[in-house]
């Protein structure tokens, strides 16, 4: 609801009977609009990209597990409801609000965290090389928006198709791995680039 009405333009009421249940039903799970909204973010990141994904598994390669990671993380931000958040939170009524902070806890800085978790375990095991973790998080994905996602926040393109996206997405992690990777990681990256 918050996404097609914006969140000034959401009552608890309307939510409440939009769920089919009581205000004090919703007042209940969640003390207020913003803690809803809130809840509502973190379920849409569990949802879309889940703590699994940043699981350390030694027998994946970490470019897989990278490509893995990037291509869920690239289907929940082009969502349309994705779209439309982002979109809703850059208003001059939402900007630099208690709201922003609050979404951006229960979303990206959750993903940035498990991500950066992941990363620390694949320099341990020899796959990494990041003096700097967090800048190393963010900067991954940051690629994987890009222009493709700016485009469809600023509405002034379609979404790209699917060969443009698998392209976007390969192009990000590969140069990811290649500033990252420790040697043997990055000559299996262009062994697998010369086939």
Known sequence: MFTAHGFDGVSMDEIAA????????????????????????KSHCEQGLPSALFESTPDVPVRERLL???RAFYSMVTAPEAIAGHRMLCTPQLANTPLSRM???????????????????????????????????????SLLK????????????????????EAHIVASVDLFVRAYGTAAV?????RRQSR
């Open 18 to 41: 939009d769920a089919g249940v009581s205000k004090l039903t919703v007042y209940s799970h969640f003390t207020d609009k913003e803690t809803l909204f809130a809840a509502a973010v």
């Open 68 to 70: 893995s990671i990037a």
């Open 103 to 141: 979404f951006w806890d229960a979303g990206p800085r959750r993903v940035q965290e498990e991500f950066a978790a992941l990363l620390r375990r694949r320099i341990a095991t020899g796959d990494l090389d990041i003096d700097d973790v967090p800048r190393a998080a963010s900067q991954f994905f």
């Open 146 to 165: 890009g222009e493709p996602h700016a485009r469809m926040v600023f509405g002034c393109c379609g979404a790209p198709g699917d060969t443009d996206v």
């Open 186 to 190: 990055r000559d299996a990256l262009v």
